[in-house]
């Protein structure tokens, strides 16, 4: 069975451009949440999406949206980049929105921005 | 929120002696608590997970954790370590707030392990 599947898995944007990250989930799980890991620290939550409504969201700003599709795939959209947005974007499925059922995490994007 | 303090950032064992990770939460209510394991360039493994049920949790490798409600800890162990362990390792809490189910992150320690 394929696992958590992101693309791409690296890219380098300039800053004030647009970037889109795709996440395709483990067949069967219904729920994809998206974080952000910088250099040197652990994970921050950005947003859940469970049956393609939003469950969750960070503390993350409106330059950071996202939206899952019918397969249950999703997107996640990150406008007017800065400098700060440099960072490995992880993107975990789970069966529904519980983590107590388990997340799959992806190997990630690494995203630099120069 | 709920969060997690893990108590060192590095820590260095020799192969075959044993590994202790420490894990401080901070909770309102009873907790749902995860150890994930991150080689470099890999995503993210889950190697144990705590839900309120057996406070000795066994996880994948050997290692495993208990969760000590008194003293608001959740210690990551394991007998021998091995060369292959050497990764980082992330304390997580499950807190369920406004931002729906979210995965709070340690900053994660760094284990090294030297022949």
């Known amino acids: 069975d394929a696992g958590v599947t992101q693309s791409p898995t690296h890219l380098i944007k300039t800053r004030g451009q647009h970037v889109t990250l795709r996440c395709s989930p483990i067949s069967g799980h219904k729920s994809v949440s998206w974080y952000q890991q910088v250099l040197g620290q652990g994970p921050q939550f950005i947003f859940q999406y469970y049956e393609k409504e939003e469950r969750g969201r960070g503390n993350f700003p409106d330059r950071f949206s996202a939206r899952q599709f019918p397969n249950y795939s999703s997107e996640l959209n990150v406008n007017a980049l800065l400098l700060g947005d440099s960072a490995l974007y992880l993107c975990?499925?789970?069966?529904?929105?519980?983590?107590?059922?388990?997340?799959?995490f992806g190997s990630g994007t690494r995203l630099t921005v120069v | 929120a709920q969060s997690v303090t893990q108590l060192d950032s590095h820590v260095s064992v020799s192969e075959g002696t044993p590994v202790l990770l420490r894990c401080n939460y901070s909770s309102s209510y009873s907790p749902s608590l995860f150890w994930y394991v991150q080689h470099p360039n890999k995503g993210l493994q889950l190697l144990l997970k705590?839900?309120?049920?057996?406070?000795l949790v066994k996880g994948i490798n050997g290692f495993e954790a208990e969760f000590k409600k008194s003293e608001t800890s959740f210690h990551l162990t394991k007998p021998s370590a091995h060369m292959s362990d050497a990764a980082e390792y992330f304390c997580v809490v499950s807190d369920l707030s406004n931002s729906g189910y979210a995965l709070n992150f340690g900053k994660g320690t760094s284990l090294l392990v030297t022949p």
């Open positions: 705590y839900t309120s049920a057996a406070t």
């Open positions: 975990a499925s789970s069966f529904i929105y519980r983590p107590n059922y388990g997340y799959t």
